[in-house]
Protein backbone atom coordinates (compact mmCIF):
# COMPACT_ATOMS: atom_id res chain seq x y z
CA UNK A 1 0.00 0.00 0.00
CA UNK A 2 1.31 3.60 -0.90
CA UNK A 3 2.18 6.08 1.63
CA UNK A 4 -0.76 8.51 0.46
CA UNK A 5 -3.20 5.24 0.73
CA UNK A 6 -1.84 4.27 4.18
CA UNK A 7 -2.07 8.39 5.52
CA UNK A 8 -5.99 8.32 4.22
CA UNK A 9 -7.01 5.38 5.90
CA UNK A 10 -4.83 6.45 9.26
CA UNK A 11 -7.16 9.83 8.75
CA UNK A 12 -10.63 7.91 8.22
CA UNK A 13 -9.90 5.55 11.09
CA UNK A 14 -8.62 8.61 13.19
CA UNK A 15 -12.11 10.19 12.34
CA UNK A 16 -14.48 7.14 12.32
CA UNK A 17 -13.24 6.52 15.92
CA UNK A 18 -14.91 9.85 17.45
CA UNK A 19 -17.72 9.19 15.40
CA UNK A 20 -17.06 11.45 12.19
CA UNK A 21 -17.57 10.24 8.40
CA UNK A 22 -15.43 11.77 5.66
CA UNK A 23 -18.91 13.79 4.26
CA UNK A 24 -18.87 15.57 7.56
CA UNK A 25 -20.80 18.69 6.69
CA UNK A 26 -19.23 22.19 7.34
CA UNK A 27 -21.99 22.74 10.52
CA UNK A 28 -22.64 19.72 12.81
CA UNK A 29 -24.68 19.32 15.96
CA UNK A 30 -24.17 21.78 18.25
CA UNK A 31 -23.34 18.65 21.04
CA UNK A 32 -20.37 16.93 18.66
CA UNK A 33 -19.34 20.45 16.93
CA UNK A 34 -15.89 20.02 18.79
CA UNK A 35 -16.11 16.47 18.90
CA UNK A 36 -13.52 15.98 16.12
CA UNK A 37 -10.81 18.29 16.61
CA UNK A 38 -8.19 16.47 17.75
CA UNK A 39 -8.22 13.78 15.49
CA UNK A 40 -8.05 16.34 12.79
CA UNK A 41 -4.83 17.90 14.28
CA UNK A 42 -3.20 14.80 14.82
CA UNK A 43 -4.46 13.67 11.37
CA UNK A 44 -2.64 17.12 9.99
CA UNK A 45 0.35 16.79 11.70
CA UNK A 46 0.97 13.19 10.16
CA UNK A 47 -0.41 14.66 7.04
CA UNK A 48 2.44 17.54 6.95
CA UNK A 49 4.58 14.56 7.54
CA UNK A 50 4.39 13.65 4.91
CA UNK A 51 2.81 15.86 1.79
CA UNK A 52 5.28 17.53 -0.64
CA UNK A 53 3.32 20.46 -1.42
CA UNK A 54 1.46 22.37 1.93
CA UNK A 55 -1.57 23.96 0.38
CA UNK A 56 -5.46 24.03 0.88
CA UNK A 57 -6.06 22.15 -2.41
CA UNK A 58 -3.98 19.23 -1.32
CA UNK A 59 -5.31 19.09 1.92
CA UNK A 60 -6.90 16.21 2.61
CA UNK A 61 -10.83 16.85 2.10
CA UNK A 62 -11.84 14.41 5.19
CA UNK A 63 -10.40 16.87 7.74
CA UNK A 64 -10.20 20.55 5.84
CA UNK A 65 -12.98 21.08 7.52
CA UNK A 66 -13.50 19.40 10.56
CA UNK A 67 -14.41 22.65 13.24
CA UNK A 68 -11.64 22.79 15.56
CA UNK A 69 -11.59 23.92 19.46
CA UNK A 70 -9.09 27.02 20.28
CA UNK A 71 -5.92 25.21 21.39
CA UNK A 72 -6.25 22.86 18.77
CA UNK A 73 -6.19 25.69 16.10
CA UNK A 74 -3.07 27.40 17.61
CA UNK A 75 -1.40 23.93 17.64
CA UNK A 76 -1.82 23.61 14.05
CA UNK A 77 -1.00 26.86 13.35
CA UNK A 78 2.24 26.69 15.32
CA UNK A 79 2.84 23.03 13.32
CA UNK A 80 2.00 24.91 9.84
CA UNK A 81 4.75 27.30 10.85
CA UNK A 82 7.21 24.85 12.40
CA UNK A 83 6.92 22.74 9.14
CA UNK A 84 7.45 25.48 6.78
CA UNK A 85 10.36 26.59 8.61
CA UNK A 86 12.03 22.94 8.38
CA UNK A 87 11.04 22.80 4.50
CA UNK A 88 12.62 26.46 3.29
CA UNK A 89 15.36 26.81 5.89
CA UNK A 90 17.99 25.36 3.84
CA UNK A 91 17.05 27.86 1.04
CA UNK A 92 16.35 30.72 2.70
CA UNK A 93 19.81 30.66 4.13
CA UNK A 94 21.44 30.29 1.10
CA UNK A 95 19.57 33.23 -0.62
CA UNK A 96 20.81 35.14 2.03
CA UNK A 97 24.41 33.66 1.68
CA UNK A 98 23.78 34.59 -2.38
CA UNK A 99 22.99 38.52 -1.24
CA UNK A 100 20.48 38.56 -3.99
CA UNK A 101 16.65 38.26 -3.68
CA UNK A 102 15.17 36.67 -7.44
CA UNK A 103 11.44 36.60 -7.97
CA UNK A 104 10.53 36.80 -11.70
CA UNK A 105 12.98 37.90 -13.64
CA UNK A 106 14.10 40.68 -10.99
CA UNK A 107 16.89 40.70 -8.66
CA UNK A 108 17.57 42.64 -5.95
CA UNK A 109 21.08 42.72 -4.62
CA UNK A 110 21.07 43.49 -0.67
CA UNK A 111 23.93 43.81 2.25
CA UNK A 112 23.12 43.70 6.10
CA UNK A 113 24.77 44.75 9.12
CA UNK A 114 23.87 43.28 12.68
CA UNK A 115 23.92 45.56 15.81
CA UNK A 116 23.88 44.85 19.46
CA UNK A 117 22.80 42.05 21.26
CA UNK A 118 20.03 39.92 20.21
CA UNK A 119 16.84 40.21 22.34
CA UNK A 120 14.64 37.34 23.77
CA UNK A 121 12.50 38.00 20.71
CA UNK A 122 14.08 38.40 18.36
CA UNK A 123 16.19 40.74 16.80
CA UNK A 124 14.49 43.87 14.64
CA UNK A 125 15.03 44.41 11.19
CA UNK A 126 15.50 47.49 9.74
CA UNK A 127 15.18 48.25 5.55
CA UNK A 128 16.80 51.21 4.25
CA UNK A 129 16.28 52.85 0.89
CA UNK A 130 18.56 54.37 -0.97
CA UNK A 131 18.48 57.88 -3.25
CA UNK A 132 18.52 58.02 -6.83
CA UNK A 133 15.64 56.86 -9.28
CA UNK A 134 15.68 57.38 -13.08
CA UNK A 135 19.42 58.03 -13.57
CA UNK A 136 22.48 55.94 -15.28
CA UNK A 137 23.25 52.65 -13.48
CA UNK A 138 26.48 53.96 -11.84
CA UNK A 139 24.27 56.88 -10.02
CA UNK A 140 21.87 54.63 -8.58
CA UNK A 141 25.28 51.92 -7.54
CA UNK A 142 26.81 55.20 -5.67
CA UNK A 143 23.35 56.27 -3.45
CA UNK A 144 23.49 52.51 -2.66
CA UNK A 145 26.90 52.58 -1.34
CA UNK A 146 26.14 55.77 0.52
CA UNK A 147 22.80 54.22 2.17
CA UNK A 148 24.78 51.59 3.38
CA UNK A 149 26.45 53.70 5.72
CA UNK A 150 23.86 56.58 6.59
CA UNK A 151 22.43 54.97 9.93
CA UNK A 152 23.35 52.77 12.81
CA UNK A 153 21.42 50.67 15.35
CA UNK A 154 21.14 50.38 19.14
CA UNK A 155 20.20 46.39 17.62
CA UNK A 156 19.30 44.92 15.05
CA UNK A 157 19.85 44.17 11.14
CA UNK A 158 20.28 47.09 9.19
CA UNK A 159 19.33 45.53 5.47
CA UNK A 160 20.03 47.82 2.33
CA UNK A 161 18.76 46.46 -0.62
CA UNK A 162 19.82 47.83 -4.26
CA UNK A 163 16.66 48.67 -6.61
CA UNK A 164 16.34 46.38 -9.09
CA UNK A 165 15.85 48.60 -11.66
CA UNK A 166 16.90 52.40 -12.63
CA UNK A 167 13.66 53.80 -13.11
CA UNK A 168 12.26 56.97 -11.60
CA UNK A 169 9.53 55.05 -9.15
CA UNK A 170 12.28 52.52 -8.70
CA UNK A 171 10.98 51.42 -4.88
CA UNK A 172 7.43 51.36 -5.38
CA UNK A 173 7.02 49.06 -8.68
CA UNK A 174 5.17 46.18 -7.85
CA UNK A 175 7.55 43.59 -7.66
CA UNK A 176 9.29 45.62 -4.60
CA UNK A 177 6.02 44.68 -2.26
CA UNK A 178 6.70 40.97 -3.20
CA UNK A 179 10.61 41.33 -2.60
CA UNK A 180 10.82 43.26 0.69
CA UNK A 181 8.00 40.38 1.84
CA UNK A 182 10.16 37.75 0.62
CA UNK A 183 13.07 39.39 2.39
CA UNK A 184 11.42 39.78 6.02
CA UNK A 185 10.39 36.06 5.84
CA UNK A 186 14.07 35.24 4.75
CA UNK A 187 14.74 37.37 7.83
CA UNK A 188 12.56 35.79 10.63
CA UNK A 189 13.38 32.12 9.21
CA UNK A 190 16.92 32.50 8.92
CA UNK A 191 18.24 35.13 11.03
CA UNK A 192 15.36 34.89 14.17
CA UNK A 193 13.89 38.30 13.24
CA UNK A 194 10.99 39.03 15.03
CA UNK A 195 8.15 39.64 12.40
CA UNK A 196 6.75 42.14 14.78
CA UNK A 197 10.13 44.74 14.83
CA UNK A 198 10.35 45.44 11.35
CA UNK A 199 10.69 49.10 10.17
CA UNK A 200 11.08 50.79 6.68
CA UNK A 201 12.78 54.17 5.84
CA UNK A 202 14.69 55.50 2.82
CA UNK A 203 16.22 58.96 1.69
CA UNK A 204 14.84 60.92 -1.76
CA UNK A 205 13.86 58.50 -3.87
CA UNK A 206 14.01 55.95 -1.10
CA UNK A 207 11.76 58.27 0.80
CA UNK A 208 9.31 58.40 -2.49
CA UNK A 209 8.91 54.24 -1.24
CA UNK A 210 8.34 55.03 1.67
CA UNK A 211 5.39 57.41 1.44
CA UNK A 212 4.16 54.56 -1.18
CA UNK A 213 5.06 51.50 0.37
CA UNK A 214 3.83 52.61 4.21
CA UNK A 215 0.89 52.64 3.43
CA UNK A 216 0.24 49.52 1.46
CA UNK A 217 2.64 47.54 3.47
CA UNK A 218 1.19 48.53 7.19
CA UNK A 219 0.77 45.10 8.26
CA UNK A 220 4.16 43.60 8.04
CA UNK A 221 5.42 46.49 9.22
CA UNK A 222 6.11 48.47 13.04
CA UNK A 223 6.97 51.74 11.76
CA UNK A 224 8.12 53.93 9.22
CA UNK A 225 10.47 56.83 8.28
CA UNK A 226 10.38 59.15 5.01
CA UNK A 227 13.36 61.15 4.63
CA UNK A 228 13.52 63.87 1.60
CA UNK A 229 11.27 61.93 -0.60
CA UNK A 230 7.97 63.12 -2.53
CA UNK A 231 4.81 60.97 -2.13
CA UNK A 232 3.43 61.20 -5.98
CA UNK A 233 -0.45 59.80 -6.13
CA UNK A 234 -0.41 57.94 -2.77
CA UNK A 235 -2.54 58.54 -0.01
CA UNK A 236 -2.07 58.61 4.15
CA UNK A 237 -5.30 56.34 4.75
CA UNK A 238 -3.58 53.30 5.05
CA UNK A 239 -1.40 55.00 8.20
CA UNK A 240 -4.00 54.55 10.51
CA UNK A 241 -1.96 51.46 12.90
CA UNK A 242 1.59 52.15 11.45
CA UNK A 243 3.81 54.71 13.04
CA UNK A 244 4.89 57.15 10.70
CA UNK A 245 7.71 59.45 10.58
CA UNK A 246 8.19 62.74 8.05
CA UNK A 247 11.54 64.30 7.91
CA UNK A 248 12.04 67.07 5.53
CA UNK A 249 14.64 69.72 4.86
CA UNK A 250 12.82 73.39 4.96
CA UNK A 251 14.60 74.56 2.04
CA UNK A 252 14.30 71.36 0.04
CA UNK A 253 12.32 73.10 -2.87
CA UNK A 254 12.97 70.61 -5.69
CA UNK A 255 9.84 69.03 -6.96
CA UNK A 256 7.86 71.05 -4.05
CA UNK A 257 9.06 68.27 -1.66
CA UNK A 258 9.38 70.36 1.32
CA UNK A 259 5.97 72.05 0.61
CA UNK A 260 4.60 68.80 0.37
CA UNK A 261 5.98 67.67 3.74
CA UNK A 262 3.97 70.31 5.24
CA UNK A 263 0.76 69.51 3.37
CA UNK A 264 1.44 65.26 4.72
CA UNK A 265 2.38 66.43 8.33
CA UNK A 266 -1.17 68.82 8.43
CA UNK A 267 -3.18 65.59 6.71
CA UNK A 268 -1.47 63.36 9.93
CA UNK A 269 -2.79 65.82 12.40
CA UNK A 270 -6.04 66.11 11.43
CA UNK A 271 -6.83 62.02 10.46
CA UNK A 272 -5.30 62.14 14.16
CA UNK A 273 -7.66 64.53 15.66
CA UNK A 274 -10.78 62.84 13.67
CA UNK A 275 -9.59 59.42 15.21
CA UNK A 276 -8.12 59.39 18.38
CA UNK A 277 -7.07 55.39 18.17
CA UNK A 278 -4.60 56.08 15.07
CA UNK A 279 -2.36 58.03 12.84
CA UNK A 280 0.59 58.28 15.44
CA UNK A 281 3.00 60.20 13.68
CA UNK A 282 6.78 62.08 14.06
CA UNK A 283 7.29 64.97 11.65
CA UNK A 284 10.66 67.23 11.51
CA UNK A 285 11.10 69.83 9.15
CA UNK A 286 14.45 71.09 9.43
CA UNK A 287 14.38 74.97 8.57
CA UNK A 288 17.54 76.18 6.59
CA UNK A 289 18.55 72.41 5.31
CA UNK A 290 17.82 71.33 1.68
CA UNK A 291 17.94 68.11 0.34
CA UNK A 292 20.57 66.91 2.50
CA UNK A 293 19.33 67.22 6.22
CA UNK A 294 23.08 66.88 7.46
CA UNK A 295 22.56 63.36 9.04
CA UNK A 296 20.26 65.36 11.77
CA UNK A 297 17.27 63.04 10.12
CA UNK A 298 18.76 60.05 12.41
CA UNK A 299 16.59 61.11 14.95
CA UNK A 300 13.51 59.08 13.72
CA UNK A 301 15.18 56.24 14.29
CA UNK A 302 14.87 55.83 18.40
CA UNK A 303 11.30 56.84 17.73
CA UNK A 304 10.68 54.34 15.49
CA UNK A 305 12.28 51.66 17.60
CA UNK A 306 9.76 52.23 20.73
CA UNK A 307 6.64 50.44 18.84
CA UNK A 308 5.98 46.70 18.50
CA UNK A 309 3.61 45.70 15.26
CA UNK A 310 0.29 45.99 16.29
CA UNK A 311 -1.47 42.79 14.39
CA UNK A 312 -5.22 42.95 15.72
CA UNK A 313 -5.71 47.06 15.64
CA UNK A 314 -9.66 47.76 16.19
CA UNK A 315 -10.21 49.65 12.91
CA UNK A 316 -8.41 49.31 9.54
CA UNK A 317 -8.47 51.41 6.99
CA UNK A 318 -7.68 49.97 3.77
CA UNK A 319 -7.09 51.83 1.10
CA UNK A 320 -6.04 50.37 -2.47
CA UNK A 321 -2.94 52.05 -4.15
CA UNK A 322 -2.09 51.32 -7.22
CA UNK A 323 -0.52 48.17 -6.56
CA UNK A 324 -2.90 46.13 -4.77
CA UNK A 325 -2.71 43.77 -2.16
CA UNK A 326 -5.78 40.83 -1.38
CA UNK A 327 -4.85 41.30 2.35
CA UNK A 328 -4.41 43.78 5.07
CA UNK A 329 -4.38 43.09 8.52
CA UNK A 330 -7.91 41.04 9.34
CA UNK A 331 -9.46 41.98 6.24
CA UNK A 332 -9.09 39.99 3.11
CA UNK A 333 -10.10 40.55 -0.45
CA UNK A 334 -10.29 38.47 -3.42
CA UNK A 335 -7.37 40.29 -6.02
CA UNK A 336 -9.60 40.13 -9.07
CA UNK A 337 -11.89 41.82 -7.27
CA UNK A 338 -9.22 44.76 -6.08
CA UNK A 339 -8.70 47.91 -7.88
CA UNK A 340 -6.99 51.14 -7.23
CA UNK A 341 -8.40 53.78 -4.99
CA UNK A 342 -10.77 51.30 -2.69
CA UNK A 343 -11.18 51.95 0.66
CA UNK A 344 -12.34 50.20 3.35
CA UNK A 345 -13.19 50.83 6.87
CA UNK A 346 -14.02 48.58 9.62
CA UNK A 347 -14.29 48.88 13.40
CA UNK A 348 -14.20 45.97 15.45
CA UNK A 349 -15.38 45.79 19.70
CA UNK A 350 -15.45 42.13 20.93
CA UNK A 351 -17.70 40.16 18.54
CA UNK A 352 -19.07 43.46 16.32
CA UNK A 353 -17.91 44.39 13.33
CA UNK A 354 -18.83 47.41 11.94
CA UNK A 355 -18.51 48.71 7.93
CA UNK A 356 -17.52 52.22 8.27
CA UNK A 357 -16.95 53.00 4.83
CA UNK A 358 -16.73 51.10 1.47
CA UNK A 359 -15.85 53.27 -1.56
CA UNK A 360 -16.03 50.65 -4.51
CA UNK A 361 -16.24 47.67 -2.47
CA UNK A 362 -18.63 44.83 -2.98
CA UNK A 363 -17.32 42.30 -0.75
CA UNK A 364 -14.73 41.16 0.99
CA UNK A 365 -13.51 38.66 3.49
CA UNK A 366 -12.41 38.51 7.57
CA UNK A 367 -9.74 36.62 8.45
CA UNK A 368 -9.93 36.21 12.43
CA UNK A 369 -8.48 33.88 15.08
CA UNK A 370 -8.75 33.85 18.68
CA UNK A 371 -6.82 37.02 19.73
CA UNK A 372 -9.27 39.55 17.87
CA UNK A 373 -12.57 37.49 18.73
CA UNK A 374 -14.09 34.37 20.54
CA UNK A 375 -14.56 32.23 17.88
CA UNK A 376 -16.69 30.01 19.72
CA UNK A 377 -19.28 32.30 20.14
CA UNK A 378 -21.55 34.37 17.11
CA UNK A 379 -19.71 37.04 14.98
CA UNK A 380 -21.48 40.25 13.72
CA UNK A 381 -21.00 42.20 11.11
CA UNK A 382 -22.90 45.49 10.40
CA UNK A 383 -23.27 48.28 8.01
CA UNK A 384 -25.66 51.80 8.35
CA UNK A 385 -27.50 49.84 11.07
CA UNK A 386 -28.11 46.31 9.02
CA UNK A 387 -26.43 43.24 9.59
CA UNK A 388 -24.52 41.89 6.58
CA UNK A 389 -23.75 38.91 8.90
CA UNK A 390 -24.46 37.28 11.96
CA UNK A 391 -23.17 34.04 13.16
CA UNK A 392 -20.14 31.55 14.04
CA UNK A 393 -17.49 30.79 12.19
CA UNK A 394 -15.79 27.55 12.36
CA UNK A 395 -12.00 27.44 12.89
CA UNK A 396 -10.68 25.27 10.18
CA UNK A 397 -7.50 23.53 8.90
CA UNK A 398 -8.39 24.51 5.36
CA UNK A 399 -8.88 28.46 7.21
CA UNK A 400 -5.35 27.79 8.39
CA UNK A 401 -3.57 26.66 5.41
CA UNK A 402 -5.33 28.98 3.36
CA UNK A 403 -4.37 32.35 4.99
CA UNK A 404 -0.83 30.65 6.38
CA UNK A 405 -0.21 30.39 1.63
CA UNK A 406 -1.54 34.13 2.04
CA UNK A 407 0.89 35.18 4.82
CA UNK A 408 3.56 32.47 5.45
CA UNK A 409 4.31 34.06 9.00
CA UNK A 410 3.15 32.52 12.65
CA UNK A 411 1.09 36.08 13.68
CA UNK A 412 -1.12 35.94 10.50
CA UNK A 413 -2.30 33.06 10.28
CA UNK A 414 -6.31 32.88 10.33
CA UNK A 415 -8.06 30.14 11.75
CA UNK A 416 -11.76 31.33 10.49
CA UNK A 417 -12.89 33.10 7.16
CA UNK A 418 -16.07 34.44 6.25
CA UNK A 419 -16.76 35.94 2.98
CA UNK A 420 -19.05 39.27 3.34
CA UNK A 421 -21.41 40.66 0.85
CA UNK A 422 -21.77 44.64 1.05
CA UNK A 423 -23.26 44.84 -2.15
CA UNK A 424 -26.64 42.13 -2.12
CA UNK A 425 -25.93 40.08 -5.62
CA UNK A 426 -28.26 40.97 -8.41
CA UNK A 427 -30.82 38.73 -9.24
CA UNK A 428 -30.74 36.28 -12.77
Do not use: C
Not at 265 to 290: C, M, P, Q, S, W
Not at 398 to 408: D, G, K, M, N
Amino acid sequence: MSTKMLLAFWILSALASVGISADLPAKVAPDAHLAGSSAALTSFRQWLDNTESVDAKSLPAAIAQVPLNRSDAEAAAKSLWDSHVKRVHEARAAELKSGVVEIDGKRMPFTYKTFGEKPENGRSLWISMHGGGGAPKAVNDRQWENQKKLYTLQEGIYLVPRAPTDTWNLWHEGHIDTMFARLIEDMVVVEGVDPNKVYIMGYSAGGDGVYQLAPRMADRLAAAAMMAGHPNETQPQGLRNLPFALLMGGDDKAYNRNAIAREWAGKLEKLRENDLGGYTHFVKIFEGKGHWMGGEDKIALPWMAAFRRNLQPDKVIWRQDDIVHDRFYWLGMDRAEARAGQELAVARSGQNFVVQKAQDVNAFRLILDDRSVDLDEPVRVMKDGKPLFEGRIDRTLAALVTSFAERPEPGQVGAARVSVAVVPAKAN
